[in-house]
C-alpha cells in the first residue's frame, strides 16, 4: 500500500465515522497539524502512534505500514493555484525579505529550520470577522564557517 | 524618488545611526515586521507613520514621499533561493494542504486573508538551540454563494 | 465520488433532461454563474442547495455530498489556450495594472476581494453585433498596517 | 520619446497638478478606465484626444505624440505578483471554465472580443464594506464554417 | 463519446475507406482545412454538417453529437517540437513585429480576428521544387476607445 | 552600429521623412514584409539593396554596413503577449495539427520551408469589415531516407 | 496500432532474435541511424522499406503499416536530463553561436537543413580511450529576398 | 577586460583587416571551430596561441589576457530561437535517442564526451545544392560500477 | 519487465527479507550506494552482478535482465521538492561557483566527470548531533584545444 | 559596496598579487572552500576574519564591511549551463533518490544539513587520470513529531 492508497483509506474512514483531524490527533496523543501531515503522506509516523491511529480508527495493518514509511515530499505547482494555499505562498513572497531582514537581525546569520520544526493552527474570535492564527516554531540554525 | 531608491536611503541611515528594525518600528508606534516591509517597499505608510519615521531617521521629504505611495508587490524568484525564504516556502509546499485541511474543519469552506493580515517575529530561548517563532494572523474569508 | 465524476454525472444529466445552466440556477434558486462554477467543482455547495439541485436533475445522494465538498481549486495551464478563457487572460495583462490604478484611487491601498465575490453575464443586443456583459462585484480589502 | 518616458512624464504631472484619472478623463471627454491604459501605454490616443489631453495637464507635444503611436503590449510576469492584479488572474483561473459555460450557452460558440471591447469600475457603497463593480463589455465573436 | 474519441473513430474511417480531407471537405460542401479541424476536434460543426459528414463516412450518431460540440481548445506545448508546426512557430517569432507594423500601417490600430477567420493551403508546383501556399484571412478588428 | 541602433535610425528617419514601409520597399524593388524584417533586424540585405535604401532614406554608410549583418534572430517571449502576434500564435496552437495534416496530404512526409520562405499581406475590402490576408509561401521539403 | 506499440513490438523482436541496428539497417539496405529513428517512431519507412523490415524481423502487417505513418514528431524534455543525450544538447549550447559563424563565413545567411539531412556514427579506436565520431550532412538553404 | 569586450575587440579587429575564423585559425596553428568557440568567450586559450593571435591580429595585451580565462559557459536560451541553432537543437531531440541506442550499441554504457571533444565543419558543393558537414569527434566514457 | 517494475520487485523482496541496502551491496561485492542506484533504474549492472543480486534476493530471471539494461536517465523535477534531495541542489546553487574556481584552480580548464565516478556515504558521529559524510570522487577531464 | 563590488575587487587583487584561493584561505586560517564562497559573496564573515583577509589582500575597510554583511543568496539559472557545474547538478538528478535511500537507511527520517555544513576538495593523483575528491559534511536534522 503506497501512501496515496493510505490516504484515500484514512479519508474515507474518517468520513465514515465523522472524524475530525482534531479528535484523531487527540486520540493518539499528537497534534491536529502533524496529524493531518502524516496522514496526507508528508510526514512519517513512528510505529506506535501509527498503531494507535489505526486502532482508533479500525484500519488494517498496512495503513500503520505505509504511515511509518518515510516519505518523499513531492509537490506539482511550483507557483500553487488552490487561493488558501496561495495566500500563503504570497505571504512568502511579499514577507519572505522581510522575515529574513527581521530574523537575522534577532538571532545572526542562519535560517528557520523547516525540519526541527512545529507548527499550530488557532481560532480567534472576533466581533469584526474571526482569525485564522497560524504559529510556525523552527529551531533557528547559524550558517558555520569552516 | 521610488520604492527602490527609498529603500536604499533607509539602509544607509540605518546602518549610519546603528539602529535596528525594532527601535524605528517602536520609534514610530508600529510592529518591526511591518515597519520593515514598509521599508523595503512592499507597504504604504500613512502620511503621519511616514513622517514620524523620516523626523527619527532624519531622512527628507521625498523618503516620506514614497513611503506613502501603494507599492506594485513583484518578486521574481516563483521558487526563492535565499535559504531562509526557501525554508518558508518550503513549509508551503509541505503544509499547505494539511493547512487548508485544519483551516477549513475550524472555519468552514474559505480563506485566511493575506490583507486583512498582520504578522510577528518571536525569539523562544532554548537549551537544545534557540527558536524562531512566527506568527500569522489573517482574517477568515469564507465563500459566498450568489 | 470525487468531484470530476460529480461534474460528468451532471452534464450527462443536463443533457438527457436538456436543461440549461439558467434553468438548473433557477431552479435552486441561485445565479447561473455560481450555479456553473459548483457543478464544475470550484464551489461547494451549501447541503440544502445541494439536495435541491440533485432532487431537480434526478441524481443520486452521492452527487449532493461531492457538491458540498470543499473544492481544491486547481488549473494547469498558467496561460490558458482556449480563446474565450484567453481573451480574459490578455484582458488581465493589458488592464490590470490599469485596474491597480483606478480601482486604488477610488479605494485607497488595498485589493478586490476574490472570495467575498459574486458576478453575472448578460446578453446585450446590439445592432453592430451582440454584446457580453461580465460584472464582477468584490469586497474592498484595504491593507492594514500594523 | 517613448512610451516609457511618456508615461513617467504624465505621472510627474498628476502628481503635481493634484489630479485624479477620473478628472483627467473627464477633461478630455473619455472614460477614466481607458484614459488610464492609454497614459500607462496600454492604448493608443486619436489626435485631437492626446492634445486635448496635453493641453489640459500642461505637458509637451512629444507626450501628444507618443500617446498616439500604437502600442506593443507586453507583460513580463506570466502569473502576476501584485494582489489586486493576482486577484483577477485568479478569477480567470476559478472562473474561466464557468464563463465559457454560461457565455456559449446565451450566445453559441464563439468568444468575447477583447478589443471591441471596453471596461468600468464602480464604488459600490456597503455597511458590511464597500465593494468593487467591474464591468466588461466585449463585443460576442462567431467562430464561423468556411 | 468525447472529441479523443472522435477524432479516432473518423481517422479509422478515413483509412478504411481510403478517402482524403479533400474529399471530406468536398462531401460536405466545406473547405479541408476547416473540415480537418472541426475533425480533429478544434471546432465545433452545425448540426446538418455533422449528420452529412457522418452518412458520407457511415459513423453513428455520437460522433456526430461530438463533431457538434463546442471545444475547449488546448495545446500541451508552449513552443511545438514537431518540424512541421515549429517552422509555423518560427515565423511567427521571426516576423511577427514586422507583420504588427506592416498590418497596422494599412488598417490603423487594431488585429486580424483569428475567430472571423478562414485558411486555405494550395500546392504551387515549381521546377525548383514544389511550393506551400497557406492563405490567412481575417476581419480586421480595431482597437476602440471609449 | 548593432541592430538594435540601425532600426532607431531607421524609425526615426521613416516618421521624419513621413514614409510607409510600402514607399521604402517600392524604393529598392523588393516587397514591404521583406524591407521591414530587414529593417527590424530578422533579415540581412544583400550590398545594393542596402546602399539604395541608405540613399533613398539619407541614411549614413554605418546603416548600410549593419543591414548587411547576418542577424542573430532572437525572440524573448515564448508565447507573445501583443494581441496582434498572439493571434499569431493563437493560429499555430487551434490550427497547426490541421495545417500538417493538410500539407502532408497533398505532399508527403515533410515541412514547408521558413527559410526558403516568403509572405505578403493584402488589404481586403468588405462590407462587413475590411479583412487581413496573409499569404505564406514556402518550399516543400521532404524528409529523405539514407 | 500507433509507434509506441510498434517501436515496442520492433523492441521485442529485435531481442529475441539477438539482433543489432546494424543487421537490421544492413537486411533493409539503409543506414542504422536512420533505420533506428524509424523504428523509434521519429522518421516515416517507404512502403518497400517498411515490408523488407517486417519480413526480416518476422512482424505482422500492422508494424509495416505504423512504420509508414508520417510522424509528429514530439519530445517532452526542453532540456534532457539523459547525460548521454544532455551532452548533445551542451555541445549545441557551448557551440551553437560557434557553428553559426563558422558556417554562414563559408556558405552566406542560411542554415542547414535537418529535413534534407543524414547522420552517422562511427567508432574510430584509440589507444587513449576508443571515441565516438558523430557526422552531420545537411543541405544549406540560403535565406532569400523577396 | 572580460570575455565580452574582449570577443567586441576581436569582432571589430577582424572586420577591419577583413580575415576570416579561417585565416585566424590558420595563423595560430588551431582549427576554425576551436578557434571561432574561443573567441566567442566559450573556451580558453593557452599562453601562446593567446599571443600568436593577439600578434596577428594587432590586439592589445589585455585581450591576451582574456582569452587565457576559464570560461564560465553560459547560455540563455534554453530553446534556442536562431534558426541556424535551433536546427541543431532539433536534431538533439528528434535524434538524441536514436544515437543512445547505436552509440551504446557499438561502444556499452556509456556517454561521448563533451569535454575531451572536438568538432569541424566542412562544405561539400552538390549540384543538388551544396551540404554542410558537421563532424563531432568525442572520447567514450564508460560508466563503472563501484 | 521495464525498470520501474524492477524497481517494485526489489523493494518488494527488501522488505520481504528485512534486508538494507547495505547488506545487499555486501552480498553482490559493490558498494551500497552503486547497488543502490542500479536497483533504482539509474545505473546498468554487468550480467555476474545482477545474477549475484537476484539469486541473493530470490528473484527471477527478469529482474535480472531488466537491471542489466543501459537505463535511459531522466528525472521530472528541475528543481527537486524533497527536503534531503533539495538540500544537496541547494549546495549546487551556494557552493557551485565556488567549486569550480577550487577545481580549476587546482586543475586547470576542464570538469570532474560525473561518468568516470563514484560516491559513498559515512555516518559520523558526534556529541553534537551526528553527521552524514558524502564522498564524491571523478576523474578530472581537461579541456582539450584542437 | 555591496557584494558584486566586493567580489570584483577581491578578484582583482588576487591576480594582482597573484594568490591562490588556497593561499587566502592559509592567510586567515580558514579552508578554501569557505573562503573562496564569502569571496563569492556566498556566505558572511565574522568580523575578525574580514579584517585579516582585507590586511593580507591590501584591500580597504569597505570590503570588509562587505564581506560581514548577510548575503541573499540568488542564482538565476535552475538548471545550471556551465560544464563543470552542471556535472553536480546532474549528480544530484541521477543519484538524489539514491542519497535518500542511503542516508535515511543509516540515520532514520531526516536530512543532512546545508546550512550546518561543510565541504572540501582534494586532488587525488592517478595514473589513469588525476581525480577530483569533493567531501560534504552536513549535520543530519531528523524530522521531529509534535
Excluded at 72 to 89: F, G, N, S
Excluded at 130 to 145: E, N, Q
Amino acid at each position: 500500500m503506497d501512501k496515496v492508497a493510505m490516504t484515500e483509506a484514512i479519508i474515507v474512514a474518517k468520513k465514515t465515522k465523522n472524524l475530525s483531524w482534531e479528535q484523531i490527533g487527540e486520540a493518539i496523543g499528537m497534534s491536529p497539524v502533524w496529524t493531518t501531515s502524516a496522514c496526507l503522506g508528508m510526514n512519517s509516523m513512528p510505529e506506535d502512534t501509527a498503531t494507535a491511529l489505526c486502532r482508533f480508527m479500525e484500519l488494517p495493518a498496512e495503513v500503520s505500514q505505509a504511515l511509518q514509511e518515510y516519505p518523499t515530499k513531492v509537490w506539482d505547482q511550483a507557483v500553487p493555484t488552490d487561493p488558501l494555499i496561495y495566500r500563503l505562498y504570497e505571504i512568502v513572497g511579499v514577507y519572505g525579505p522581510t522575515l529574513k531582514e527581521v530574523i537575522q537581525e534577532k538571532f545572526g546569520d542562519g535560517i528557520m529550520s523547516a525540519i526541527d520544526f512545529n507548527m499550530s493552527v488557532e481560532h480567534k474570535a472576533d466581533p469584526k470577522g474571526d482569525r485564522v492564527v497560524v504559529t510556525m516554531d523552527g529551531k533557528f540554525l547559524p550558517y558555520k564557517a569552516w
